[in-house]
């Protein structure tokens, strides 16, 4: 009997160690699609990589060696039946375990594809995102077809070894005189095995402390920022993804809480109102006040294609031309409120960062909101708020959360469009959406004083848009660009889509422009994405630098604007913007609110949950590197170090102290409004 299970023990560690066979051959696939070259050329480099890798996987291989012990061998050595099928159950559980595998290996190449980052934190927002756009870029972006036509020969040839070496010939088992010594041996053995699996669960050791984890990646490995992450299998990563989250302060306590937010707030603070000592007053109208401001919040308007290193790719041609007016100030770094579109959205509405809390999809923010709402603030200053967005008003909660942010109205472009207009799953193409909200803005009073926030939504994968039927010729775009990436249809696709976003936002522009002359314009991008085609050769460079990956668009008009009311800044966040319009535009005295200050004064450093800055260097939080701002054609190194880690902690701490305590937010505007004098 014990021998059966001796022989299946054997069978269960094989498998768990070609479960991490597979998840190598994972790794190479991804070090080969993405790797530089410079990463995969360094065999010291990589050896540490696999290394460290096979051990950090055990963490989860390990339990192939566990449960197969548990589910099979045991039972298999007790029930003659079931071991004569043992290797046909065992093969099958182990399949199920290898698909895992296999759609986690993949979803992580195309969340690096995306993100140039593997699984992270922004992972735990998918379970609010559109389901058909996520499938929508799979098929027609990542080529998704393939992928899952690829696990029928995947699955037959991990199958097949899987239940070969189940069938391979196993060292034979002791038998030993009297009994009550095959019995304590029996033991023993039993008992290796499961200090077996402890040992391959903490890679190689038995003490928890020197357990594979990010701080113990050999120092040469990690030196490659690349090679150190694909330290990391993909379960590994989604595991701490998942477990890291964005925002700690729901756990903490309300002292916990005071003490963190000391930082930015005075130990007088009302915690009934505790924004109150974010209270401000303007300094003076620098401008006439305009009848009509357009925020324009570009879906994927980045920084990169700005920088002179991209410049033959004139993939922003349009606003190239539109900053090119002398009454045009443009801030080169600028940080996003989130780093993808909903926190972006949320923190600039709200007027405090998301934090990977999802306020739009809080309940109680659509029941009330923070005296910090860039909507209410406007609405203070005597503009009609309208929020326009490209797509369905059902995305992100917004036809709860916008209302109760402040708007007066929201439009969603399905509502506003033909009801044939054609659309991504994301929303009408931009062009459409811009045009139906101009002729709508155009039709009511030019006296009256309005805010229009205008949402876009087309720059965007899979990008399979009808691009040359829209101007988007790429011959005229960018004659200097690489042939290669021109012959290649789908980076090609991509770049005729930020053209035709560009143009479309720059067109509705020049429309306002002419209709309403004293108007103000504000230009930024809810985040930024993979905007530039390393792969050809653009640059000396196979990878973004940090200041690519993060910086997202800044451009503000006004035909009495000049650089010198911003004071200089060469550095901004979204959080910076509110307060700017109320400084350029509000009377000596007018009081307001904002967590930060305007760009009027100087600002010698920017900070976001994700990100900062200062007028020399960015840093990223969330793998705690710094880089030079400097627009590089050549690999910039990172440095292993992040600062402002208090204010940062104190501002992700305000956030989380309004969701625990949402009877502190002020009442929806609609029931103020109904309320007697």
Not at 45 to 66: E, I, K, P, S
Not at 90 to 97: D, E, H, K, P, S
Not at 626 to 636: A, F, N, T
């Amino acid at each position: 009997m014990f021998e059966t299970f001796f022989t299946g023990l054997q069978s269960d560690l094989l498998l768990s160690l070609w479960a991490a066979v597979v998840c190598a051959g994972f790794r190479c696939l991804f070090i080969a699609l993405y790797g530089p070259k410079e990463s995969k050329r360094n065999w010291a480099r990589l050896r540490g990589c696999f290394r460290y890798g096979f051990w950090w996987g055990m963490d989860f291989n390990a339990y192939v060696f566990l449960l197969g012990m548990i589910l099979v061998s045991i039972p298999a050595s007790l029930l003659p039946g079931y071991q004569a099928v043992s290797a046909e159950v065992r093969t099958g559980l182990f399949m199920l375990y290898l698909t895992v595998i296999y759609l986690a290996s993949w979803a992580n190449m195309i969340f690096y594809y995306h993100f140039h980052d593997i699984f992270n934190s922004l992972v735990r927002l998918g379970g609010n995102a559109d389901k058909k756009n996520f499938a929508d870029i799979f098929f027609n972006q990542n080529h998704g077809g393939w992928i899952l036509a690829s696990f029928i020969p995947y699955a037959v040839v991990t199958g097949w070894v899987s239940y070969a070496i189940c069938q391979l010939p196993k060292m034979g088992y002791v038998s030993v005189q009297p009994v009550w010594l095959q019995y304590a041996l029996n033991t023993v053995v039993f008992v290796m095995a499961v200090l077996l699996f402890y040992w391959l669960r903490y890679g190689g050791t038995f003490d928890h402390r020197k357990k594979p984890e990010w701080d113990e990646v050999p120092v040469d490995v990690k030196k490659d920022e690349f090679l150190g992450k694909m330290t990391l299998d993909a379960l590994v990563a989604l595991e701490l993804a998942w477990r890291s989250g964005l925002c700690e302060s729901l756990r903490h306590t309300e002292e916990e809480s005071r003490e963190i937010m000391a930082t930015i707030l005075p130990p007088t603070t009302d915690w009934q109102a505790p924004l109150e000592c974010f209270k401000r007053q303007a300094h003076g109208a620098k401008i006439t006040k305009p009848r009509k401001i357009f925020f324009l919040f570009a879906e994927s308007h980045g920084q990169a294609p700005f920088d002179c290193l991209y410049q033959k790719l004139n993939l922003m041609e349009a606003s190239q031309k539109f900053r090119k007016n002398e009454h045009t100030v443009a801030i080169n770094n600028f940080l996003p409120g989130g780093m993808v579109s909903a926190p972006s959205l949320a923190s600039l509405l709200s007027g405090i960062y998301d934090t990977g809390l999802e306020l739009n999809e809080n309940r109680s923010f659509w029941q009330g909101y923070l005296p910090v709402s860039l909507p209410v603030q406007l609405r203070k200053l005597g503009y009609r708020t309208e929020f326009w967005y490209g797509g369905g008003l059902n995305w992100g909660s917004l036809e709860h959360f916008v209302p109760a942010v402040g708007f007066d109205v929201a439009h969603g472009g399905p509502d506003i469009c033909a009801k044939d207009a054609p659309s991504t799953w994301l929303g009408v193409y931009d062009h459409l959406f811009l045009d139906a909200a101009a002729k709508r803005i155009e039709a009511g009073n030019p006296e009256d004083y309005e805010f229009h926030f205008l949402y876009t939504t087309s720059n965007h994968g899979p990008y399979n848009m009808p691009y040359d039927e829209y101007g988007a010729d790429l011959e005229r775009i960018m004659p200097e660009a690489p042939a290669a990436l021109k012959r290649d249809k789908r980076e090609s696709r991509k770049m005729q889509g930020i053209w035709y976003t560009d143009q479309a936002l720059c067109a509705f522009i020049e429309r306002m422009q002419k209709k309403y002359p004293d108007a103000l314009f504000i230009v930024t991008g809810d985040h930024t994405t993979g905007l530039i085609p390393y792969q050809f050769g653009v640059t000396d460079r196979e990878e973004p630098s940090l200041r690519e990956q993060v910086l997202t668009s800044f451009a503000m008009y006004h035909r009495e604007l000049t650089p010198e009311m911003l004071a200089g800044n060469t550095i901004g966040g979204h959080l910076n913007i509110l307060p700017t319009i109320i400084e350029l535009l509000a009377p000596q005295g007018h009081e307001y609110y904002s967590l930060f200050p305007a760009l009027t004064e100087h600002i010698d450093h920017v900070v976001t949950p994700y990100c900062y800055l200062t007028e020399e260097m960015v840093g990223d939080y969330r793998s705690n590197v710094c880089q030079s701002l400097k627009v590089s054609k050549e690999k910039l190194p990172l440095e292993h170090q992040v600062v402002y880690m208090d204010e940062r902690d104190a501002y992700c701490e305000v956030s989380g102290y309004f969701v625990k305590h949402p009877e502190l937010l002020l009442m929806k505007k609609e029931l103020i409004d109904s309320l007697p004098n």
